[in-house]
């Protein structure tokens, strides 16, 4: 899987997806895609996703779009 911010918002995704038990398939039927372009993408295989796709993703979970974005170990620091 490729480093940095890519990693960081698949992990986050996943662990989001985890959290709220909405599965590959079920995130991309809302989406509209095919449930394999999910798993690539995060699983790093392909594309990441795209600033739009992020923010759909983000309200189909209902969460605010930087959850993705920001690391557990990194949201505490300043």
Do not use: H, Y
Request: no cysteine; hydrophobic share 40%.
């Amino acid at each position: 899987m490729r480093g940095g911010l890519t990693q960081r918002v698949s992990t986050e995704l996943r662990a989001e997806m985890g959290r709220q038990r909405i599965s590959q398939r079920e995130l991309a039927r809302r989406l509209g895609v095919n449930q394999a372009v999910i798993s690539r993408r995060l699983a790093g295989e392909q594309f990441s996703f795209t600033t739009a796709e992020l923010d759909r993703i983000a309200e189909i979970l209902g969460v605010p779009v930087d959850r993705f974005l920001t690391s557990p170990v990194t949201a505490g620091a300043a």
